[in-house]
């Protein structure tokens, strides 16, 4: 650092090539300025990251001491009431269960779709179906969360009729109706949404398998797809569950497209059909403009659990992406 | 176990660039014959195309036939997996396949055709270390990656790897270019070896190596960049390295053309 | 030993019984002749049954008739080309879907007087009103959300790039890449109880105030890691020789990085701030909680709700009104419009940049 300062001098206006000795750095030049304002920049995403804790637990403590039931295991939500009784039970099951089951569907799916845009189709027909992937990224998500309250639901209340009709004794197909803002529903809309970042983070994975690797296959007589089970699926392996655990941080995080698509009860069930569900962040969103002061900390209480769980998927992720980047550079 | 391959005006393609034009010749069994010329020549190209490895790239292809037992590889209802089983490749940069061990990168070939009995797997993989001279180092550590061995080691494992599969044919594309004198004797004794059982074909930069190891040497050149690789002359590799009839293959001998 | 080796003995067999080139068009007709009989003639559903009946059934024929004739490892393969060709189009019908929705269902009220008007007393009952004071509140706030994002973010990524060693930028660089996974709740929540609660009563004689403002700091929160990841990897792609030519002409490294190495990688970084401008536009979750919405039209985004074309579409799907759904959806093509010609501008932008490629 300090062999820097040596070149922030300006020029002298006696111009190079005179005699006598180098100009000498000084210490409070344009140079060291810049250096602090850049560094000052970066820590900024610290400093956020703390203070979005900080504050979250601030202003949360109030209404977890005003709460009269335990706040983690209580399922019902009358944050307003006096006393104030709500818990974040019902609303973190109804969070695991939409993004585990819109993982469920959505993962293979992503997957397909990045090995066909890596492996199986033509250079220029992967480059165009890929810009449509990254256009159902950039749709926003309230516009999927108004598709799936008034178009879609129609469809998966067929479905949700036939699954019931044809599969009603296993459980989750129990219910007898009406359908509608199901959860069914309110995870196939996820699904969709976490769709696009699964397969362009698992699409970036695959294009890195070592080409000789996958020559290698081939020249023993593998078929494509066994090329892929032996030289590209292992080798991605860590990347994929990245990408999974990454796709996980945006399901779970997911707001106003389950708004719009789940039934927004407090219960905890595993009917997937009948008109239920519920998540944290939805939850937010709904109870927001009616809350008190007490409602209005207690929900940002229920954000704080929010932030919590997707800080430890999301730090979690990051870690396997990094070890396996150091791990990648070693060998290389 | 070994056969012999007949180019019949063999051309190929990367895109619209011709890179090797109407290369015909004849590779006998149970030799080793090597491929020689300056970068850029074809001679990996045509390596490629003997089992069918050219067109995995984009937008490349062949022309011509390329025979083997009298038939032609590039016929319509040939098996692609059949011919690059039948034909092994060793390639420049050892290969192993980083996320196996030791004993499943040998053994790879072998599963992906189906068999799964343990007994007939550490049979073969023993047979096919020992074939390619690697036994005694890695017999202990059989479970360990691939990836944890030198780079002559990793080189001859990858050869394991492609004999475990019982080729008549064994394909090697500069295979000692990325290893060290020591490695790279290894691996030419190697071949001495193996050409009892198995036709050899090599690309080599190493003249010496070429004439060290080979029984019969093509010399492959281009008229200048841009231009289709084309075989100059094909002869004993005694022939070609002290007498060649083609002024161009004594220049390139010699070192008067790079 | 092994099979390959049986056959070897004698003769190579390099010839392998194959599927004429017809034969997965000719399965696929057939599957879809069976499934629409199976589906219609009981009148057990629509399109959409027949289509996942005939997919399954063209799935399980080909690869039974290629076992039959080709092999299993033949058919494996065939079946998992058709799973993954199959995910692609299962992938593009909600798209299609979202795409032709909006389209029909937007453009029915998506005209002049939509877009010059507010909901400033529009009730329930009355065929009118707008989004303009929307539009306002969604240019306001992305625009002064960028203006803060743009230097932070730049100056972020050139430090993690021409400065960053050790340990601190390590950190930074690890918590970028985690930053941009807080969901947009979470960043609304915080600016709520952070500007909202806390520093904005200190103007106001004591009440919190819900502003524009607020919002476009949200969404500074979810901009910033996106512009200093994109950034970064820009600066990145800047030769080193570049900068070290500019070290032997003597010029201090802060002047390299302005005027050298910042204008190279000028291209690239619009086209991440455009991406990132794009997603925020769309953003509702912390608009709801920090703007809090108005009917009315409000320039000013320091004092006073404010709306968002998200936000307006949020509201209008919830409203209880024969009118709102048409409202919805008009705002929503607005929306979609305004983020898809940011998105594809930027996608064009980068093609053209000749550092990336």
Redesign the interface.
């Known amino acids: 650092m300090s062999q820097q300062s040596l070149t922030t001098t300006p020029a002298s206006p006696s111009g190079a090539g005179g005699g006598g000795a180098l100009p000498r750095g000084s210490r409070f030049g344009a140079e060291r300025a810049f250096r602090i304002l850049a560094t000052a920049a970066g820590s900024t995403v610290l400093v956020i990251i703390v203070a979005i804790a900080a504050f979250l637990i601030a202003k949360a403590i109030p209404s977890l001491r005003a709460d009269s039931e335990n706040f983690l295991t209580f399922k019902d939500w009358f944050a307003n009431e006096s006393p104030p009784t709500f818990g974040i039970a019902a609303l973190a099951f109804g969070t695991v269960v939409t993004s585990a089951l819109a993982l469920i569907m959505a993962v293979p799916v992503a997957l397909g779709i990045a090995l066909c845009l890596t492996h199986y189709a033509?250079?220029r027909v992967a480059s165009t179906l890929g810009f449509f992937i990254d256009l159902l990224a950039a749709v926003p998500s309230v516009v999927f969360g108004l598709w799936g309250r008034d178009y879609f639901r129609g469809p998966v209340s067929d479905l949700s009729t036939f699954l019931h009709d044809n599969f009603g004794w296993i459980p989750i197909f129990g219910s007898k109706g009406p359908y509608g803002a199901s959860i069914l529903l309110g995870s196939i809309v996820l699904a969709i949404m976490v769709l696009p970042i699964v397969t362009s983070l698992s699409r970036e994975v695959f294009l890195q398998t070592?080409k000789?690797?996958e020559?290698?296959?081939?020249?023993?007589?593998?078929?494509r797809w066994?090329m892929i089970r032996?030289?590209v699926l292992?080798?991605g392996?860590p990347g994929i569950i990245a990408a999974v655990m990454l796709g996980l941080g945006r399901a779970l995080g997911e707001t106003i497209a389950l708004a719009l698509t789940l039934g927004a009860v407090y219960n905890v069930s595993f009917d997937l059909l009948g008109i239920s569900g519920n998540t944290i962040a939805a939850n937010i969103a709904l109870k927001f403009a009616e809350a008190n002061p007490t409602g209005r900390s207690a929900l940002i209480a229920s954000g704080l659990v929010l932030f919590a769980i997707t800080l430890v998927v999301n730090v979690t992720a990051r870690a396997i992406v990094y070890r396996r980047r150091e791990f990648l550079g070693g060998?290389a | 176990?070994a056969?012999r391959i007949e180019a019949v005006n063999v051309s190929a393609y990367y895109g619209a660039f011709r890179a090797i034009d109407n290369i015909s010749m004849t590779i006998e069994p149970k030799s080793v014959t090597a491929l020689i010329g300056p970068s850029g020549c074809g001679k990996s190209t045509f390596l490629r195309s003997i089992?069918r490895?050219h067109e995995?790239l984009?937008g490349a292809k062949v022309e011509g036939q390329l025979l083997?037992?009298g038939?032609n590889?590039y016929?319509r209802?040939?098996?692609v997996?059949?011919?690059?089983?039948?034909i092994?490749?060793v390639?420049q940069?050892p290969?192993?396949?980083?996320?196996?061990s030791i004993y499943d990168n040998v053994v790879?070939?072998?599963r992906?055709?189906?068999?799964r009995k343990k007994s007939?797997l550490d049979?073969?993989c023993e047979k096919a270390l020992r074939g390619a001279n690697l036994w005694n180092e890695v017999k202990d550590r059989l479970n360990r990656p691939g990836?944890g061995l030198s780079g002559g080691q990793q080189q001859r494992l990858?050869i394991a790897?492609?004999i475990a599969?019982?080729?008549?044919v064994v394909l090697m594309d500069e295979p000692c270019s990325a290893l060290d004198p020591i490695s790279t004797l290894a691996i030419e004794d190697l071949i001495a070896e193996l050409k009892n059982e198995y036709t050899i074909v090599i690309v080599t930069h190493n003249m010496q190596q070429a004439a060290r190891v080979s029984d019969r040497t093509g010399f492959f050149s281009i008229d200048k960049t841009g231009e289709p690789g084309r075989l100059i002359e094909y002869d004993d590799t005694a022939k070609i390295f002290t007498n060649p009839s083609v002024k161009r293959t004594e220049d390139y001998i010699t070192g008067r053309f790079g | 030993?092994?099979?390959?080796?049986h056959s070897?003995r004698s003769?190579?067999?390099?010839?392998?019984?194959?599927l004429p080139g017809w034969a997965p068009a000719g399965v696929g007709a057939a599957a879809i002749l069976i499934a629409a009989l199976a589906v219609y003639l009981p009148g057990a559903g629509g399109p959409v049954l027949t289509s996942v009946v005939a997919a399954l059934l063209f799935l399980v024929g080909l690869g039974a008739l290629s076992t039959v004739v080709e092999g299993?490892?033949a058919a494996r393969n065939r079946v998992a080309t058709s799973l993954v060709y199959a995910a692609f189009v299962l992938a593009l019908a909600p798209l299609l879907s979202v795409a032709l929705t909006l389209v029909t269902k937007g453009s029915e009220r998506l005209n002049g007087y939509f877009l010059g008007v507010s909901m400033k007393g529009v009730s329930a009952f009355d065929n009118k009103g707008g989004a303009y004071h929307a539009i306002i509140g969604t240019l306001e706030q992305a625009g002064i959300a960028t203006l803060i994002t743009v230097p932070l973010g730049v100056l972020g990524a050139v430090y993690i790039v021409e400065y960053g060693r050790g340990r601190l930028a390590a950190l930074i660089r690890f918590f970028v890449d985690v930053m941009t996974g807080i969901p947009s709740i979470v960043a609304g929540l915080f600016i709520l109880a952070f500007w909202v609660l806390v520093v904005s009563p200190m103007f106001n004689n004591g009440r919190p105030e819900y502003s524009g403002f607020a919002a476009a700091l949200a969404l500074s929160v979810l901009m910033l890691p996106t512009i200093v990841r994109s950034t970064e990897e820009m600066l990145r792609l800047v030769p080193g020789a570049l900068r070290e030519g500019a070290y032997a002409l003597g010029i201090p490294k802060w002047k390299t990085i302005t005027k050298i190495v910042l204008p190279t990688a000028a291209p690239g970084i619009v086209t991440g701030v455009m991406l990132a401008v794009a997603r925020a536009c769309g953003e509702t979750a912390p608009v709801i909680l920090v703007a809090l919405g108005n009917p009315a039209i409000n320039f000013n985004p320091f004092s006073g709700g404010q709306s968002s074309l998200s936000l307006y579409v949020y509201e209008q799907a919830g409203t209880a009104s024969k009118y709102a759904p048409g409202r919805a959806w008009a705002a929503a093509l607005t929306l979609v419009v305004l983020v898809l010609s940011l998105t594809v501008a930027a996608k064009l932008l980068a093609r053209r940049n000749k550092l990336a490629r």
Do not use: W
């Open positions: 033509h250079r070592p000789h690797n020559e290698a296959a081939l020249a023993l007589g593998a078929t066994e032996t030289a292992p080798y392996k060998a | 176990m056969k089992n490895m995995v984009p083997i037992d038939q590889i016929d209802d040939i098996d997996t059949a011919v690059r089983r039948t092994g490749m390639f940069r290969n192993p396949f980083p996320t196996m790879a070939g072998l992906l055709n189906g068999v007939l049979a073969a990836a990858c790897r492609a599969v019982e080729p008549q | 030993m092994s099979v390959a080796s070897a003769r190579v067999t390099l010839k392998a019984r194959r299993g490892r």
